[in-house]
Each structure stands twice: as structure tokens, then as C-alpha cells.
């Protein structure tokens, strides 16, 4: 995984979401979060890099996801952007209305907008944030290197 500034750039691999969710909780301290929001945000980040990755760059490992991670004093942000045309956020059906209840897909972006304070998407749809609200004190946070393995 590289960083640059604050942004991360990895492969489209499905194989890599844990490691990389894992990743940007300790980036944003989100071990500090109470445990509901931690849920909810690692839940909510699982779904924006699946889908990124499968929908918007269509599984194509060549493709890279865009990953902003920003912790402020009040909340946490994460922003993943694919390579994709993007799609239209608001034509997506409520898959907890009629028939949309029996469909195999469809729930994340219900689930995101469920567990997270606020999920913003770009004007093209390749672009998500995520925002969870909090209430500590970032300086007693550990830095974002604590995360990074040890060199050998």
C-alpha cells in the first residue's frame, strides 16, 4: 500500500479489503470510537471498497482505489474513489421496498447510509465519504506511522 500525503492507493483486489479497512481504523484512531461507530464505520468501509472495486473498476487489478483518510477534532473522514464512469446514487432503489427486499444486491449503499453520520457522493458517483462524528480528543491519539509495520 502507498501513501501519498493523505491519500492511499491500492490494487482492486477483494482479497485485500480486511487488511485495508484494518488499515485506515488505525490511521484515524478508530479504535478510539465507541464500539457502535468503530462498527459501523468498518462495515460502511468494507461496502464503499467492494464496491468500488466491483462495480466501479470492475474488478480490474490494474485499476487503482483512491483512498483519503482525514481526522479532524469533531469527526472522521474517508474518501474512496474508483476509476469508473461512476452511477447515480439517488436512482438506486430501497431495497427495503416491494420487490427490492428479494434482490441478491443492492444494500450498500442502504447500509452505509445506515451506519455512518453521513455518506456525500462526487457529482460523477466515483466518489464516496464517509463521515462518523465524535466527541474525544484527537491529540491523545496515536499518530498514523503506529500503524505502519515495523522496517526490517
Known sequence: MKTSDEWILIGSSLEKVEEIVDRILCRLDGDALPNEKQFGLRLALHEALANAI?????????LPVHIYTRRLP???????????????????????????VYQCS?????????????????????????IVRHTRDPRQSFPPDACDPPSS
Open 106 to 130: 443492492g444494500r450498500g449503499v442502504f447500509l452505509m447510509r445506515k451506519l455512518v453520520d453521513e455518506v456525500d457522493y462526487n457529482d460523477a458517483g466515483n466518489e464516496v465519504t464517509l
Open 54 to 62: 466491483k462495480h466501479g473498476n470492475r474488478n480490474r487489478p490494474d
Open 74 to 100: 469533531d469527526r472522521l473522514e474517508v474518501r474512496i474513489r474508483d476509476e469508473g464512469p461512476g452511477f447515480n446514487c439517488d436512482a438506486v432503489p430501497d431495497p427495503t421496498e416491494g420487490d427490492n
